[in-house]
């Protein structure tokens, strides 16, 4: 029988499993908002739905799979808001159902380690919604459900080189700040070996193995261009949007044992400058 996914908001972390999925015949229904990403979509091999808009009821029908990257607004999150009772009446069907949400949801806890344990007690806004976004999926009853908790995301076309080299990287300095941030293909990897052994309600930390601070990654960027590591700036006179300096609410180290254990993951990126090195490299073969 042929698995079919229906991804929610198919974007970067969905077309890097895709590129996964797909050589194992997998059939891939894949939403966007976006006529010019539908296309794209098509090239890529996944069947594109304009959505909202497009009547949905046939892809849940074939859908053996679900990934929810759509992300929660002001109305909570999309796809329950408009599909909450015909996925709820077709759990049976379901051999997995995966949300990919944020380490954001733990909150600021002064560079400490979180693990998936940790109490929920997000600082920002967005935050807040990714907790009320998981809590809404949990509650549907059966639903074959497994949470994915993203660190910060690189990868192809997402690093610092390219501000780096047109001299807009800041080395924002911020005392104790610390990040955690994963490769987009290690989320993909994680997310294939769930589907390969799923564990109905297991939540996972999908990030590396190395938690630093931001301006370590922007200087570390810089070395490998050969380019001059961007000036410091200080933190409480850097001039940053709202959206910016939301990112500096919160620092914290998390943890990502489980997906070694439970799922025997074994990262392809353990740290930022394994990542970095591979991403230059890439760009340099063309």
């Known amino acids: 029988m042929t698995k079919t996914l229906l991804s929610f908001g198919h974007g970067y972390s969905a077309r890097a499993l895709s590129r996964i999925l797909l050589p194992q015949d997998w059939r891939i229904i894949g939403t966007t908002r976006d006529e010019d990403k539908a296309v794209r ?28 990257s759509a992300g929660p607004d002001d109305a909570g999150d999309p796809v329950l808001a408009q599909l909450e009772t015909e996925i709820a009446a077709r759990t049976g069907q379901f051999e997995w159902v995966g949300y990919l949400s944020t380490t ?25 919604a990714r907790v009320e976004a998981e809590a809404a999926w949990q509650s549907i009853p059966n639903l074959p459900l497994h949470i994915f ?13 390219a501000k780096v080299r047109n001299g807009t990287a800041r080395r924002v300095i911020k005392q104790g700040q610390v990040f955690s941030r994963t490769h987009v293909a290690d989320i993909a990897r994680i997310l294939a070996a769930s589907i390969k052994k799923p564990n109905i ?8 193995n190395d938690p630093a601070p931001p301006e370590d990654v922007i200087a570390y960027a810089a070395k490998l261009l050969g380019m001059p590591i961007p000036e410091a700036i200080d933190y409480e006179t850097a001039d940053m949007t709202p959206m910016a300096r939301s990112f500096y609410a919160e620092s914290k180290k998390v943890r990502n044992d489980k997906i070694k254990t439970e799922l025997g993951v074994d990262l392809l990126y353990p740290d930022y400058k394994s990542g970095l090195k591979a991403l230059l490299a890439r760009e340099v073969e063309g």
């Open 41 to 68: 979509m098509m090239n890529e091999g996944i069947e594109p739905r304009i959505w909202p808009g497009a009547d949905m009821i046939p892809a849940l029908n074939a859908a053996t799979h679900i990934l929810i």
């Open 149 to 161: 908790r993203l660190a910060g995301i690189y990868g192809p076309g997402r690093g610092p080189f």
């Open 201 to 208: 309600g297991s939540i996972y930390n999908i990030c590396d």
């Open 104 to 128: 954001g949801v733990y909150g600021d806890h002064n560079g400490d380690w979180v693990d998936e344990e940790t109490p929920l007690t997000p600082a920002t806004k967005r935050g807040i």
